[in-house]
């Protein structure tokens, strides 16, 4: 079972990239939230595939990566 919502209610979404990133560095993230779901994607290649965790999830990722 996917938790990404359809792709019809992506067009609305607010992607928002790390403020450790740079304009000019190579390897950036960019994440969007809904109610369901936390979406993932390449800043380089935003029509490519994205990663989609559910918000607890997500969560205790950041918790982890800023101990």
């Known amino acids: ?3 990404e919502p359809s792709a019809a209610g992506l067009s609305g979404l607010t992607w928002v ?3 450790y990133s740079t304009n000019d560095g190579p390897n950036c993230v960019e994440v969007a939230h ?3 779901a936390v979406l ?4 380089k290649r ?5 990663l989609a965790v ?3 999830a997500w969560s205790g990722f950041v ?5």
């Open 40 to 43: 993932v994607r390449d800043s």
């Open 63 to 67: 918790a982890h990566a800023a101990a």
């Open 54 to 56: 559910t918000p607890a």
């Open 17 to 19: 990239k790390s403020t």
């Open 46 to 50: 935003p029509e490519y595939a994205r």
């Open 34 to 36: 809904t109610p369901a």
């Open 1 to 3: 079972m996917s938790i």
